[in-house]
């Protein structure tokens, strides 16, 4: 392997690790405020994909990708909203909730993704890449598109990150996660806020179909490899650490990339897999996990 | 045996009485054709509902057992040549092996990692059968596999009629497997297991073992129903891995009631027989049926068997299966 | 009288199945700072839970200034003043201190106070100001004793109870405590106090009232002079 296929198969590797970071983020907010995992984080990743492209792309309404991307992302937070209403909240004083929604959020997945195949139908769609062109970046050359992806990741989440840390209803998000009664005893809304994290959450996975929309087809089942990958990434890092799963997902991702090359596109999930049950087996809360 | 006569155990003999003397009273195909489909939802709903419901492992690698089945008998079958009458068991064995090889890393963990797991190992296989495209035949599956035939009789033949019998025949003997099962000393501890892990642990029940048990014995009869299924189907398709299979038997043994086995077998016949009916809908279909999950579980978590054992009134034991239920949370 | 502060009329609640207060009644008058007191498990943190409306009453009404509380949400009975420390509690515990401080003044009335209530904390528990930048896990049993009464003064409280601040402290601390809880009874916030330490409730309230079974077995002014060996035998003898 010479310096430049090195050099690809590192930045591709970096360009999926952003993507798996934004998605597996908001499977881990959820994870700690609510103590619930997500399964239809995969399918808002499709949908806000779709919404970004009926309202931006040539083919759809062609409002062009700034109004597309706000659209997206308004009706993100709304459908996660939504979804942490009818899925979540019925069923959070339950002593099984974490079965229950599994299975709620899985139906909730089969919803939308048939959904998006009524509205959308299964023909291949694609956005148009945010930036068109390629850059020469290290020996080799990459779509603007991915530098775009490789840079906006780490913003958003230092952005997700600084709101958590510093803003108040981002601690009241960390504190309502580590004791309901006290943040019901200091006033907050405990609903609104854990609300408020699921839409966060949705945002943050149609951000990442957004990106994905323009690297491959957008079909109604967009979503379903990504949220595999963002799970594996989830059981890497521990659910529960923000820090934890960003890390994980970029060493997910270059592997993933490394075993593409050298391993081939066919055996790379068993490698991934076979990679996550190691971890599993020397540390059964993750890598980075402490519950 | 005095009360193999009474009460519910009436009931399903009744039951079955009426499911064996339907095809010469019925002569429709088609009806047969949809009750063989529900033999074999039946099947995997109430063997999932071994691991799921009574010994509360979050098992949703399942349908991965299922297609092992499936898949495992096509290939023994069409490839190899062997006869179906023999691929049809070994797919049960086909199906412990996939539930083997999830175990081992199964053992160790807790709730939410369980479901993580075993989800990932169903999309793996899922991922590994649109690959091998020589062994499986990718996305477009395996096509015409062998029948069943006694000698040059095919028993597709008559309007399925011998495949009704089979099928019928498969989900009793599942049924008394899972019926003996959950009443033994092995159903008895799993359910301690459950309800109080350190308790049972405390009392020598091993973890690790009880966990691999269930899971194996709970893959042997859904291997089995699937190497049914795509010896009566004629097709092993990757489309079982989709999430509509899995929203099917889901919502089966959810309207059925966990932790009961006849109530799944139950929830199978009327999902089935809905399902069907909105055939014509497309993904409708789905849109309805994942819509009606969420509402049982909102409005009816006990499920049919629940209903049915109040209308017992069994009383000492009812509600137990909205109780039980409950208790799962606790792995 | 003045109208009380506190009006609590023949509650009953439970959980679940079980009731575990019948029919309490008491009241926190104006300019005074109320004691209870009584075995364990008797409900004395679940008539706590209730007047913040963790739980809702089966029966019976809260008042609070003559407007009626039994109904409304925690968050309503924060923001109308009524803070609860909650007994043997470590807040948040990945948060640091500081942050746990502030969240305390998280309700809409204490938000312009902050800055002043937070100098206010730190004067009174300067130990707090030292951790400030630790995970309130980190603390120890006295300090996170001090961070939970210290986020309850955040939230600007017009009534403080306090749940057992004591539990399982040294006696040194305790003192420590006692002189704290004084100040802050002593600055005109009115309290109502929960302890098992009798002296400890001697010095510190106005009234007594005495939780067992559920229902409020002896009514004490604490200035009068009163048999301390009956309430010893209360406490013990018939159990
Ligand atoms: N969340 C709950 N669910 C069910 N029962 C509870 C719950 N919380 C408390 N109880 C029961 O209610 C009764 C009263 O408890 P409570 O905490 O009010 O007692 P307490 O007087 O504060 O005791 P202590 O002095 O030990 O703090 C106890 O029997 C307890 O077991
Ligand atoms: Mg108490």
Redesign the interface.
């Known amino acids: 392997m010479d310096i430049g296929t090195a050099q690809s198969v590192l930045l591709s590797g970096i360009v999926l690790g952003s993507l798996y970071a934004l998605m597996a983020t908001g499977l881990s907010l959820i994870w700690t405020t609510l103590g619930i995992f997500n399964f239809a984080h995969g399918v808002f990743m499709t949908i806000g994909a779709f919404i970004a492209w009926q309202i931006g792309a040539d083919l759809g309404w062609g409002m062009g990708p700034a109004a597309g991307i706000a659209v997206a992302m308004a009706a993100l937070i709304g459908l996660g909203c939504l979804s942490e209403f009818i899925l979540v909240r019925p069923f959070l004083r339950r002593p099984d909730v974490v079965l229950v929604a599994v299975i709620t959020t899985l139906s909730a997945a089969i919803f939308l993704e048939n959904s998006a195949l009524l509205v959308w139908g299964g023909r291949y769609k694609q956005l148009p890449p945010l930036i068109e062109g390629k850059v020469g970046m290290l020996s080799t050359a990459i779509s603007t598109h991915e530098v775009l992806i490789i840079a906006v990741a780490p913003l958003t989440l230092f952005a997700l990150w600084a709101f958590l840390k510093f803003a108040r209803t981002g601690s009241a998000i960390r504190a309502v996660a580590q004791n309901r009664e006290s943040a019901l005893l200091m006033g907050m809304n405990v609903p609104v806020l854990y609300s408020l994290a699921f839409g966060l959450s949705a945002a943050l996975a149609g951000f990442a179909g957004i990106l994905l929309g323009s690297i491959r087809f957008i079909t109604p089942g967009l979503g379903n490899e990504p949220l595999v990958k963002a799970l594996i990434v989830a059981i890497f890092g521990g659910l529960g650490s923000l820090g934890g799963t960003i890390g994980a997902a970029y060493v997910i991702g270059l592997m993933e990339a490394i075993s593409m090359f050298f391993i081939g596109l066919y055996w790379t999930p068993a490698v991934l897999f076979g990679v996550m049950i190691s971890v599993l087996l020397v540390r059964p809360t993750g890598l980075f996990g402490k519950r | 045996m005095r009360d193999l006569l009474t009460g519910p155990n009436l009931a399903r003999l009744i039951c079955l009485l009426i499911l064996i003397l339907l095809p010469l009273v019925v002569p429709s195909p088609y009806i047969r054709h949809l009750l063989i489909i529900t033999f074999i939802y039946a099947m995997v709903a109430s063997n999932w509902d071994l691991s799921l419901g009574y010994a509360g492992v979050f098992n949703f690698g399942h349908i991965a057992f299922f297609a092992a089945g499936c898949y495992g008998s096509a290939i023994l079958s069409k490839t190899i040549g062997i006869t179906p009458w023999l691929t049809i068991p070994l797919a049960g064995i086909i199906g412990v092996i996939a539930a083997l090889i999830v175990c081992l890393p199964v053992l160790r963990l807790k709730g939410i990692y369980v479901v993580l797991v075993t989800f990932a190992f169903s999309q793996l296989c899922f991922q590994l059968v649109l690959s091998q495209e020589e062994i499986t035949g990718g996305s477009m599956g395996m096509p015409l596999l062998p029948p069943l035939k006694i000698g040059d009789y095919n028993f597709a033949r008559d309007g399925k009629f011998g495949y009704y019998y089979v099928g019928l025949f498969l989900l009793v003997l599942s049924t008394i497997y899972l019926h003996r099962l959950v009443r033994s000393r092995f159903g008895t501890s799993i359910v301690a297991l459950r309800d109080n892990e350190d308790y049972a642990i405390s009392r020598g029940i091993s973890l690790a073992r009880q966990r691999m048990l269930t899971l194996g014995l709970s893959a042997f009869f859904t291997g089995v129903a699937g190497g049914f299924y795509s010896t009566y189907v004629r097709v092993a398709s990757p489309e079982i891995f989709g999430f509509g299979f899995l929203s099917l038997a889901l919502s089966m043994l959810l309207l059925g009631g966990l932790n009961s086995i006849y109530g799944p077998i139950l929830g199978a016949f009327v999902i089935t027989l809905l399902s069907e009916a909105m055939v014509d809908l497309g993904p409708m279909r789905f849109l309805i049926i994942s819509a009606l999950i969420i509402l049982m579980l909102l409005f009816y978590p006990g499920g049919l068997n629940n209903a049915l054992q109040q209308a017992y009134k069994w009383s000492s034991r009812s509600g137990a299966a909205a109780r039980l239920f409950r208790t799962n949370a606790r792995n | 009288m003045a109208e009380p502060i506190l009006d609590v009329r023949e509650v009953s609640v439970g959980y679940g199945k079980t009731q575990v207060l019948w029919d309490i009644s008491l009241t926190v008058p104006e300019d005074q700072r109320i004691g209870l007191f009584g075995p364990n498990g008797h409900g004395k943190t679940t008539l706590l839970r209730t007047i913040?409306g963790?739980l809702r009453p089966w029966s019976g009404e809260v008042h609070l200034r003559g407007e009626r509380i039994d109904k409304a949400l925690?968050?309503a009975i924060?923001?109308r003043g009524i803070?609860?420390v909650?007994q043997g509690?470590?807040?948040?515990?990945?948060?640091t201190v500081a942050?746990n401080l502030?969240?305390?003044a998280?309700?809409?009335r204490a938000r312009p106070r902050l800055a002043d209530n937070l100098a206010r904390v730190y004067d009174l528990f300067p130990r707090l100001k030292e951790r400030r930048r630790q995970q309130a896990k980190t603390l120890s049993g006295g300090e996170r004793q001090m961070l939970a009464i210290g986020?309850g003064l955040m939230?600007e409280p017009t009534m403080l109870m306090l749940d057992e601040p004591t539990l399982g402290l040294a006696p040194k601390l305790k003192d420590e405590l006692l002189e704290a809880i004084g100040d802050i009874a002593g600055s005109g916030v009115p309290l109502m106090l929960v302890e098992q330490d009798l002296e400890f409730l001697l010095a510190l309230t106005d009234r007594l009232y005495m939780i067992n079974h559920g229902v409020v077995a002896l009514d004490l002014d604490a200035s009068e002079s009163f048999d301390h060996d009956q309430i010893i035998q209360m406490y013990f003898g018939k159990e």
């Open positions: 913040s963790l925690p968050r924060v923001d803070v609860q909650p509690n470590v807040l948040f515990p990945e948060l942050e502030r969240l305390g998280y309700c809409r986020a939230g």
